[in-house]
């Protein structure tokens, strides 16, 4: 199984900050990675697909990066709506696999 | 609007069986790969198993292998979990969520989880 890492776990930032949060797997997965957005007692959201691609509707300040074993989620200007746990998922080759979550708390 | 709706789940003691539902409108069922995911309290997320949007191929986690079902009935817009043997540590929130499409024959590689149900809670305790 391809094992997905992130880090940090927790982030504490506060509004307006950059943040960028990573993700690490265990062997190459091409480009094959999303990222959600979860806040509590919800179920999670899609942000990004195929590591760099914003899903509609998603704000700009979101970007995402790499490819092969390492990725980043980059908050440009961090809002108090961003306030949530962020996972990574690859979807590479079965069973698909999530990273254990970066949580972004307000600093 | 693309809808998902899991029901199904409760309480159900060690050994136990349940059968989750996930009913689903706004978009064409029987074209897209459909998968569950679940979430113990607390803990983060564990894809368990998807269907083809054919029926044809099912995929399962090995934490799940052998004691869950995946199936679908695309003429009621629905998708199934029949959950066997059920242990403590199956105690999670149980999502569905849409996979990747065939379309014509043509299926793309967007096997991300682009819209998701609210969950439905499975508590397996005695």
């Known amino acids: 199984d391809i094992q997905m890492t992130q880090s940090p776990s927790t982030l504490s930032a506060n509004v307006g900050d950059k943040v960028t949060l990573t993700c690490r797997a265990s062997?190459?997965?091409?480009?094959?990675l999303a990222w959600y957005q979860q806040k509590p007692g919800k179920a999670p959201h899609l942000l990004m697909y195929?590591?760099?691609i914003l899903e509609s509707g998603v704000p700009s300040r979101f970007s995402g990066s790499g490819s092969g074993t390492e990725f980043t989620l980059t908050i440009s200007s961090l809002q108090p709506d961003d306030f949530a746990t962020y996972y990574c998922?690859?979807?590479?080759?079965?069973?698909?696999?999530f990273g254990q979550g970066t949580k972004v708390e307000i600093k | 609007e693309v809808r998902l709706v899991e029901s199904g789940g409760g309480l159900v003691q060690p050994g136990g069986s349940l059968r989750l539902s996930c009913a689903a409108s706004?978009?064409?069922?029987?074209?897209?790969?459909m998968n569950w995911v679940r979430q113990a309290p607390g803990k983060g997320l564990e894809w368990i198993s998807n269907?083809?949007?054919?029926?044809?191929?099912?995929h399962y986690a090995e934490s799940v292998k052998g004691r869950f079902t995946i199936s679908r009935d695309n003429a009621k817009n629905s998708v199934y979990l029949q959950m066997n043997s059920l242990r403590a540590e199956d105690t999670a929130i149980y999502y569905c969520?849409?996979?990747?499409?065939?379309?014509?024959?043509?299926?793309?590689?967007?096997?991300?989880?682009?819209?998701w149900g609210q969950g439905t809670l499975v508590t397996v305790s005695s």
């Open positions: 969520a849409t996979g990747g499409s065939c379309i014509n024959g043509f299926c793309d590689n967007d096997l991300y989880f682009r819209h």
């Open positions: 706004g978009f064409t069922l029987s074209s897209y790969e």
């Open positions: 998922q690859q979807y590479n080759s079965y069973p698909w696999t």
């Open positions: 062997q190459s997965i091409r480009s094959w």
């Open positions: 195929k590591a760099s």
């Open positions: 269907i083809s949007s054919s029926n044809m191929n099912t």
